[in-house]
T-cell receptor
């Protein structure tokens, strides 16, 4: 059972545009939502994360929007650059000491074209 | 940021042999490390949770006798793929959990690409 659904599967955005990737979750116990960026042949790197007590978090060009009632969260990349071309994974976990495990979305392959 | 390394980055082996992959947290101690498997263009699938000084916890469907995990120190976990077969060919990624106060974050290694001939 896919607990975190991610869309779109692939996305092409023009340089300077806004890239938007969406995720939806089912388990209301999730309370930590990170986004990871992965380049080909490399491990994922933590990009930005949010907890459900806030509706938005911004770090540089990257913003997470969180809608607790809809059980959805999204990543916005402003002023998208060719170097942002990568695969992005949303994830969710129960943010507690002990057996925290990340549940990943299916990934979005982002391509930024000049 | 916290750094996690993996060794080797790439390995090719013959069917039936065993392969050991190391995961190290370079600048922090990690009581918990995770092992994932990723097929091309797919998401990360958690294989097991590795706890320092105790037995690993395997996810459903993962053969613990085939994928041996040892977490002997706070900075090193190893995954041994025993009697490897071509279907074990994949990208194996580890992560280490850093706990800072009330915050926990998983930092990932660069991955190990395994090809079994």
């Amino acid at each position: 059972q896919q607990q975190v659904k991610q869309s779109p599967q692939s996305l092409i955005v023009q340089k300077g545009g806004i890239s938007i990737i969406n995720c939806a979750y089912e388990n209301t116990a999730f309370d930590y939502f990170p986004w990871y960026q992965q380049f080909p042949g490399k491990g994922p790197a933590l990009l930005i994360a949010i907890r459900p007590d806030v509706s938005e978090k911004k770090e540089g060009r990257f913003t997470i929007s969180f809608n607790k009632s809809a059980k959805q969260f999204s990543l916005h990349i402003m002023d998208s650059q060719p170097g942002d071309s990568a695969t992005y994974f949303c994830a969710a976990s129960i943010y507690n000491f002990g057996n925290e495990k990340l549940t990943f979305g299916t990934g979005t392959r982002l391509t930024i074209i000049p | 940021g916290a750094v996690v390394s993996q060794h080797p980055s790439r390995v090719i082996c013959k069917s039936g042999t065993s392969v050991k992959i190391e995961c190290r947290s370079l600048d922090f101690q990690a009581t918990t490390m995770f092992w994932y498997r990723q097929f091309p263009k797919q998401s990360l699938m958690l294989m097991a949770t590795s706890n320092e000084g105790s037995k690993a916890t395997y996810e459903q469907g993962v053969e613990k006798d085939k994928f041996l995990i040892n977490h002997a120190s706070l900075t090193l976990s190893t995954l041994t793929v025993t009697s490897a077969h071509p279907e074990d060919s994949s990208f194996y990624i580890c992560s280490a959990r850093l706990t800072t106060g009330a915050q926990e974050t998983q930092y990932f290694g660069p991955g190990t690409r395994l090809l079994v001939l």
